[in-house]
């Protein structure tokens, strides 16, 4: 990992409201002082390498809470999110009681793209214990849902989307009832105060394996389900544990009702679990503190008032003060092993490494993996963290953070620790693992069949504990769960696509539909852009202002590191390909020229207006060469006007309150613009008619929660997108005297968008979700250039009856010769059938499918090139 003495200046924004700057040394992983003030902002809601890292998570972290916190409270009240949901679902069932014109910006449809190869962080992974081969494996993605695969030692694994639609898709915890496999639950909301952790809302059951799941009501409400960290049932009792961030709750009977166990006040210092495990004998380990201390706890029964804290016994041999979060394992075959990882307090590496030989009476200190605190984790013990030990023998240990460790005799010191993956490695070779792990799982009894779920989704090895070195693969086929910040589309190649991503650099798409991609250029994939004019010049962004060229279409990058400390980690930046001109962010009240950018490598700064702040977002005028809007940190819009001259001009056009996420602008006239903004508590979307001159709110009816991209129609400016926090958002009639918004996402999920761009030739828009990858669509144009489709009312003279109980009868106004296709689709967006049929004349008759529940659907019509959609109702 790189560390270095560099200014964060996201960190200093958000402690000083940008208006100073913090002297070195309060950087956020060699001063916990940092750390502590931007996990405070959601807490009051209740080796080294010169390669680009993959994932900052602290620096993304800064970033994200800047802009999004509510500037009145200094929180982040992702706690709305539960109210905007809401409020989405309903508009979604009013207008799904009245049928809407097929032209409507309401039915969009989105096509998922991928990656199927690439992944994101994984939270958590269970191996199904119906499956005895391993195989079959569930896992819990931290933005992108629960997922399912069945042949998950396969090189190219299918991994199964569970439900794109449940209320949250922050996935953290699974857990089976030993008793009865049927039995399953999963837990929500990553509690690890990294900012772009996604609250959850609470606990899901499953009776039936998976099949169908229920929230749990009891769980539904308050707080204190809002993070879940773990789930463990207890395999006699069947007793329900859950660790939160409001302390060790438990049910008694499945999920029923809960009560808190071990919490602040209740046996405990601190309510934060970090960690939940049960020993071979059944007994409860329990470690509370995430950026708080406590320490472990112990219980045969559970019941609240019988726990011992481990730390407290006398000559423990634990430490009482100086950490923060403990990861523990327990070793299955015996029922005395313990092992725990604590994370220092001063600098967030990991402080020590312990095993009992006692059942956690008395620790001895183990020697440090790689010899030093900052070999396992470097310094983020408090992100990713993750140990196991093997299914039939105690010194079999994996320990995993930055990277990956093992050693085969953990019981006898000193003990030889072995550095089995490499986050650096070429992909696919065998030492290669992603960085940052956060589980690990054995699959099989002798424990060579293991799992790791990391920031790179699952990977997994089949010689764990051999004698030979562990060679490990991905199998992250289909498991599309991509956190991407944005997306930059060819201006002729419909199929072509680059994409940044948190932790898995630039994605680059060439292949139709949902499919694989090739990774462009590593670590944290940022802005991205292909020339309009000359596509063989393309560009991607690392961290800051750093920079990567191709000049031959995406076939190799060159980098050019203006500065790794200036500018914002994902540092936001726009590309003018009629001058091949760059613009990026600085340091604040700077913005980064890099003129003639497909030749060049110099660069040069534009002085914005005094107290300008952070650039948090850059917009070149699609009307008029050498002009840029700059929005800023403090709510300004910034217009610059003969950029690429020796004298720019720069104009104060709007003051606002928050950080500017959007200047968009209408092609044709500069004149109409919508600027948004990120923060909670913010009026959230402004739209000028005059170039800035005035400026009226056009938030209407939208909920309280993050927006973060804006898009006019280009046909029609009346008509615009939103990428939002839930999806994407829509309006027919921005004059209006109150915008009527209303959610957009049919194909998508309910997942956080970061970016729409848009073809110029063929008007498909292309949407950068942070959690599921990459959407795209064609609403904006009655007619696909791409693939010859047409929207249209006049292929469909009626579908009856309707209501329906079995069959649709389908009929069209003139007769049809070869196959039809026809697709419903649910309220939520959720494909429920996919069928053709062979027609020869006006009418065809299509099965329902075996179990569909009663309610509004969308009929679609493909046939010829013509699509049509009616909505039907089941009953």
């Not at 008395?362 to 990713?384: F, H, K």
């Amino acid at each position: 990992m790189k560390t270095s003495s560099r200014f964060r200046q996201w960190g200093a924004l958000l402690l000083l409201g940008g208006a100073a700057t913090i002297g070195s040394g309060a950087y956020l992983w060699q001063n916990g002082a940092v750390l502590t003030k931007v996990q405070n902002a959601f807490e009051r809601e209740e080796e080294e390498d010169d390669d680009d890292r993959p994932d900052r998570p602290d620096l993304a972290m800064e970033q994200e809470v800047a802009r999004t916190m509510d500037l009145a409270t200094g929180t982040v009240p992702r706690e709305r999110l539960v109210a905007a949901q809401n409020y989405a679902q309903r508009l979604i069932n009013e207008r799904a009681a009245a049928r809407l014109p097929v032209t409507s910006l309401s039915q969009i449809n989105w096509t998922e793209r991928g990656p199927i190869n690439v992944a994101g962080r994984v939270r958590a992974l269970v191996v199904d214990p119906t499956d005895p081969s391993g195989n079959t494996l569930w896992a819990g993605a931290a933005g992108g849902g629960l997922w399912k695969t069945t042949n998950a030692t396969a090189a190219s694994p299918t991994w199964t989307s569970v439900d794109n639609f449940f209320s949250t898709l922050a996935v953290t915890a699974i857990a089976f009832d030993p008793r009865d496999p049927n039995v399953m639950y999963f837990g929500t909301g990553e509690g690890f105060f990294n900012a772009d952790a996604v609250r959850g809302l609470g606990i899901w059951k499953s009776t039936n394996h998976g099949v169908n799941w229920e929230q749990l009501p009891s769980t539904a409400t308050g707080t204190t389900f809002n993070y879940v960290t773990k789930l463990v049932v207890h395999p006699v009792s069947g007793d329900v544990y859950a660790g939160t961030r409001a302390g060790l709750q438990r049910s008694t009977n499945g999920g029923g009702a809960w009560s808190a166990v071990l919490a602040a006040g209740n046996g405990a210092i601190d309510s934060r679990i970090a960690d939940v495990e049960l020993g071979a004998d059944n007994k409860l380990y329990v470690s509370i503190g995430l950026f708080t201390l406590d320490g472990i706890y112990r219980s045969s029964t559970g019941n609240a008032g019988d726990w011992t804290k481990l730390n407290s016994l006398p000559n423990s041999g634990l430490p009482t003060t100086g950490y923060r979060r403990i990861e523990l394992a327990c070793a299955p075959s015996d029922a005395n092993r313990i092992y725990a990882i604590f994370e220092n307090a001063t600098n967030n590496q990991v402080l020590n490494l312990f095993r009992s030989n006692d059942g956690g009476n008395t620790w001895t200190t183990m020697t440090l993996p790689g010899g030093v605190a900052s070999a396992l984790a470097s310094s983020q013990a408090w992100y990713d963290l993750a140990a196991a030990v093997a299914p039939n023998n105690p010194n079999q240990l994996y320990v995993a953070g930055l990277d990956i460790f093992r050693t085969l005799d953990a019981g006898t010191d000193p003990v030889v620790w072995q550095k089995v993956s490499v986050w650096s490695a070429v992909p696919g070779s065998p030492n290669f693992v992603h960085a940052d792990h956060h589980v690990i799982t054995f699959a099989s009894p002798d424990g060579n069949l293991a799992y790791f779920g990391n920031d790179g989704g699952v990977f997994t090895t089949t010689n764990a504990v051999s004698t030979a070195a562990p060679v490990f693969s991905q199998r992250n086929n289909g498991l599309n769960i991509t956190q991407y910040y944005a997306v930059a589309v060819h201006p002729t190649n419909v199929n072509y696509f680059l994409a940044g991503a948190q932790d898995n650099g630039t994605q680059k798409y060439t292949t139709a539909g949902l499919n694989t991609t090739t990774t462009a250029t590593g670590g944290d994939g940022a802005f991205c852009f292909i020339d309009e004019d000359e596509p063989q010049f393309q560009f991607s962004s690392y961290v800051y202002a750093q920079y990567r060229r191709s000049t031959n279409g995406g076939g190799s990058f060159s980098n050019f590191n203006f500065s790794g400390t200036e500018g914002s980690f994902i540092n936001p930046t726009d590309y003018d390909s009629r001058d091949n001109t760059m613009y990026g962010g600085y340091t604040p009240g700077l913005l980064l020229r890099w003129p003639n950018a497909t030749t060049s490598s110099t660069t040069s700064t534009i002085s914005l207006t005094s107290g300008a702040g952070a650039v948090t977002h850059v917009t070149v005028s699609p009307n008029r060469p050498g002009r840029v809007y700059v929005g800023t940190a403090t709510g300004r819009v910034i217009r610059v006007d003969d950029a690429t001259g020796t004298a720019p001009v720069v104009t104060d056009i709007r003051t606002g309150t928050g950080s500017v996420s959007c200047v968009a602008v209408e092609t044709g006239n500069d004149n109409h613009m919508l600027v948004t903004y990120s923060n909670y508590g913010a009026v959230s979307v402004w739209e000028t008619t005059n170039g800035g001159g005035t400026w009226r709110s056009v938030e209407g009816n939208l909920p309280d929660m993050p927006v973060r991209w804006a898009m006019f129609d280009p046909d029609n400016n009346q008509r615009a997108l939103l990428a939002t926090e839930l999806g994407v958002w829509a309006t027919d009639n921005l004059s209006a005297a109150t915008a009527a918004w209303f959610p957009a996402s049919l194909g998508m999920a309910n997942v956080r968008v970061d970016m729409l761009r848009m073809r110029k030739s063929d008007k498909q828009i292309a949407a950068a979700t942070h959690g599921r990858g990459l959407f795209t669509t064609d609403v904006f144009t009655p007619t696909s250039t791409k693939n010859g489709i047409s929207l249209s009312d006049k292929l469909l003279d009626g579908v009856y009856p309707n209501p329906f109980a079995q069959d649709l009868n389908v009929r069209f106004q003139k007769p049809v010769s070869g196959e039809a296709a026809f697709t419903l689709t649910d309220t939520r967006g959720r494909k429920v059938m996919n069928a053709t049929r062979r027609v020869s004349g006006q009418e065809v008759s299509v099965p329902a499918p075996a179990n569909l529940a009663a309610g509004v659907y969308l009929l679609t019509v493909h046939a010829g090139n013509e699509t049509a959609v009616r909505r039907v109702i089941h009953r």
